[in-house]
């Protein structure tokens, strides 16, 4: 078999590397997709080929402009091939309470987290199809399922990206292609650990395993979702949150 081919975006934050990693571990060609903003880049680089991981193919764009995804794609079949396994992970947070949130910021999280998917996934879900598998993982969140307060531009986007799984899980489910999405908790990332240390501790003490989850413990799921061995899973989305939200 031809060695598969997995996208990942926002692929140097904290999930998206956790990710990469356990991809490249499960003997996956990486393509790493980043923010063109992002100026971390051969830092990053630098300290994956330092833990083992050479073979990143990295590709710059911004998942909220469709143009770019279109060129991100093309960027990384003709590098690596065929896209197999597409995660869409890249995400912002813009919190505030409502009455004090401006149209930016909903818009910036809205087309970032949600419209992103289909930027991202209309440029790889036919082609899937057209070969018969592939794998559409999305990252959502407890708080898409949950709601939480200072978060409804991103309790929306991640609500919608968990309506979006449904139906497109319906939509590829005779092609071998399956779309799911991950609801992580509160894990050990930059994005969280921006929250106000006050306020991060009080949703720490909420959360019944009392810690903060480890990134890789979010790649493990993604490198299940996206085996054969999970083919049978579709539409799905898999609650990974400490206890923190039970359905
Ligand atoms: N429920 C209801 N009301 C709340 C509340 C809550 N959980 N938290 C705060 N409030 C109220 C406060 O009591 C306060 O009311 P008064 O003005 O009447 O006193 C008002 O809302 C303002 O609260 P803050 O003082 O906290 O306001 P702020 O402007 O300083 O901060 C905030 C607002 C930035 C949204 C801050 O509350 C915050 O960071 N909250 C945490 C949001 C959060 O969990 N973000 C997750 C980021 S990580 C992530 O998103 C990854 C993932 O997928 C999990």
Known sequence: MTQRVAFVTGAMGGLG?????????????VVAAYHPEFDNKDEWLKEMAAEGFKDFVCVAGDVSSIEDCQKMVAEAEA?????????NNAGITRDKMFAKMEKDQWDAVIST???SLFNMTKQVSAKMAER?????????SVNGVK????????????????GFTKALAQELATKGV??????PGYVATKMVMAIREDILK??????????LAKPEEMGGLCSYLASDL??????????????????
């Open 17 to 29: 590397t956790a990710i990469c990693q356990g991809f490249a571990k499960d003997g996956y060609k």
């Open 79 to 87: 590098n690596a091939g065929p896209v197999d396994i597409l995660v």
């Open 113 to 115: 987290n949600l419209t």
């Open 132 to 140: 018969g598998w592939g794998r559409i993982i999305n990252i959502s």
């Open 147 to 162: 709601g939480q307060a200072g978060q409804s531009n991103y309790s929306a986007a991640k609500a919608g990206v968990i």
């Open 178 to 183: 399956t779309v799911n999405a991950i609801a």
């Open 202 to 211: 009080s949703i720490v003490d909420t959360i019944p395993m009392k810690r």
């Open 230 to 247: 999970a083919g049978y899973m579709t539409g799905a989305t898999l609650n990974i949150n400490g206890g923190l939200y039970l359905q």
